[in-house]
């Protein structure tokens, strides 16, 4: 069935280092993509989008490309922000955004 | 703008009963969805309602059960309630169509 997997946490990183959250799907059709980000005391926000192949999405410093070849979806950053810890979640939609499946979360602890 | 809102914030209730949650979805949206996101888990799709019909449904038994109303504000049913219920329900809207979800703040539930 339709499914995201993405990669367990914490992830725990020093400011400015480098961050990759992994993250895969499986899916009948042509699903488009997102990462959603939830900060702490606050409710799940869109971060980024892409909905077809090769297209990345973007947004405060955080990018994500759609690989059809390797069914991915990894969420990147090249240096990170104490701001930025938050859960982040991996999610597709089907049938024109009308239903969407979530990954698990994987929180990310920056440290100053 | 209010953006989603979502009634109640919290909610206990025994085994057996029945519980209705509420929502009303961001101005000019149309489209309204439920989640039902469990402890440190991603959020799971129940069903999405537009022009008051249940338009797609996720992996979820019968006694999930909903209604969006002319104003497309929507509630959520769930009968015979378990202890598995317990979880915080969230509700998401959007434009017809658009991947652009708005979540609200979510109503915690916890069966006893």
């Known amino acids: 069935g339709d499914s995201v997997t993405q990669m367990e946490g914490p992830v725990t990183l020093s400011e400015e280092a480098f961050l990759t959250i992994n993250c895969t799907y499986t899916a009948t059709g042509y699903p488009s993509l997102f990462w959603y980000v939830q900060y702490p005391g606050e409710g799940l926000q869109l971060l980024l989008k892409?909905?077809?192949?090769?297209d990345k999405g973007s947004n405060k410093g955080f990018e994500a490309t759609y690989r059809k070849e390797t069914t991915s979806f990894h969420l990147e950053k090249g240096s990170v922000q104490v701001s930025d810890s938050a859960v982040y979640f991996c999610a597709l939609s089907l049938y024109n955004f009308n239903k969407f499946y979530f990954g698990s979360g994987t929180k990310l602890n920056v440290k100053p | 703008d209010a953006g989603v809102t979502q009634s109640p914030t919290h909610l206990i209730k025994t085994r057996g009963q029945q519980v209705t949650l509420r929502c009303s979805p961001k101005s000019g949206h149309d489209t309204v969805s439920w989640y039902q996101q469990a402890l440190g888990q991603g959020p799971q799709f129940i069903f999405q309602?537009?022009?008051?019909?249940?338009?797609q449904r996720g992996n979820f038994p019968d006694r999930f059960s909903g209604h969006q109303f002319p104003n497309y504000s929507s509630e959520l049913n769930v009968n015979a309630l378990l202890l598995g219920d317990s979880a915080l329900y969230l509700c998401a809207s959007s434009p017809d169509r658009s991947y652009e979800q708005y979540f609200g703040p979510g109503t915690r539930l916890t069966v006893t």
């Open positions: 309602y537009y022009e008051e019909e249940e338009r």
């Open positions: 892409a909905t077809k192949a090769d």
